[in-house]
């Protein structure tokens, strides 16, 4: 079984910055990508940024030039550092990690709330 904790939320304003971290347990061997998704009040749950098991980066408009994803292997964590936080970046932000079979995992979410 897998597990993703997720930590690193809060309230910031805006133009501040937040840094999330995700810590995957279990049998993560042979993943495909980790990333971060987000879904703000009556809105679909959307990409942020995944980064594949090879490293290659992949972000949404909305948070280019502004967000960083990293992983470090030894410690099995994906962060999301983001800076220059607008109140449209406010919204629950959910750590996926996504198998070669197809499998997807959920971490439990962290609030993010960007105050204007």
């Known amino acids: 079984q897998v597990q993703l904790v997720e930590s690193g939320g809060g309230l910031v304003q805006a133009g501040g910055s937040l840094r999330l971290s995700c810590a995957a347990s279990?049998?993560?061997?042979?993943?495909?990508?980790m990333g971060w998704y987000r879904q703000a009040p009556g809105k679909q749950r959307e990409l942020v940024a995944t980064?594949?098991?090879?490293?290659?980066?992949n972000y949404a408009d909305a948070v280019k030039g502004r967000f960083t994803i990293s992983r470090d292997d030894a410690k099995n964590t994906v962060y999301l550092q983001m800076n220059v936080l607008k109140p449209e970046d406010t919204a629950v932000y959910f750590c996926n990690l996504h198998f070669w079979s197809g499998h997807d995992f959920w971490g439990q979410g962290t609030e993010v709330t960007v105050s204007s």
């Open positions: 980064i594949t098991s090879g490293s290659t980066i």
């Open positions: 279990g049998s993560i061997f042979s993943y495909n990508r």
